[in-house]
């Protein structure tokens, strides 16, 4: 799990818990590593980091992965830069479902448009948590948006892709990729010979 700076191409961050936790930094044109960031209090999660994102802004964050929210929180950090500590942003405790094996970070965390976005993966409870911001902070309730079609199956590895009118995009391994309103309710369906 890696993403690329929002503004120098030629920078990616990697999570990567081979021999302990590290938040690699590599130069995406040669895979060089360049550095490792700090990692000090990260913890919790069936894996303490297990994806990667940046804002707008340029601030870094990773989630761990739980497979029960209810009774491991999901959990995001954020470093202001590479040089920076640590500093965990959000610990969510509810609902009994997987987050973190991906997550999308939008918008810009100086201005408060930031809003970290996780789906769960939890077969019949298909859901999309939108954590926003107000003054400088994430909220540590989401806002849950319910998936009109509730889709049954064994999901692993949600993931959902914002658009900026707020309708997104759902997809989960064994499922089609679904486009969904601001609200949940879904729009249509990529055929999974397409994609």
């Known amino acids: ?17 081979n021999g302990g936790n590290f938040v690699k930094v590599l130069d995406a044109t040669t895979g060089a590593d360049v550095a490792d960031m700090n990692t000090t209090g990260i913890s919790g999660g069936a894996a303490v980091m297990n994806d990667m994102e940046t804002s707008l ?15 491991s929180p999901f959990k995001v950090y954020m470093w202001e830069n590479e040089a920076a500590t640590p500093v965990n942003i959000i610990s969510y405790t509810g609902d009994a ?11 810009s965390v100086s201005d408060n448009s930031a809003i970290i976005w996780a789906a769960s993966a939890t077969s019949g409870f298909m859901k999309i948590y939108k954590f926003t911001m107000t003054g400088g902070t ?13 889709a049954t199956g064994t999901p692993t590895s949600a993931s959902v892709g ?3 009118n707020g309708d997104f995009y759902w997809k989960a391994t064994g499922f ?13 369906t990529i055929p999974t010979t397409l994609v």
């Open 57 to 71: 802004d340029g601030k870094i964050f990773t989630a761990n992965l739980t497979t029960n929210s209810s009774t």
């Open 162 to 164: 914002p658009l900026p």
């Open 97 to 107: 479902v997987r987050l973190g094996d991906k997550f999308t970070v939008t918008g």
């Open 138 to 150: 994430f909220s540590a309730t989401p806002t849950v948006i319910s998936l009109s079609d509730n």
């Open 1 to 17: 799990p890696f993403f690329m700076h929002p503004t120098n191409n030629n920078i990616l961050y990697v999570a990567s818990r």
């Open 176 to 188: 089609g990729v679904k486009k969904y309103s601001a609200t949940g309710t879904l729009l249509g």
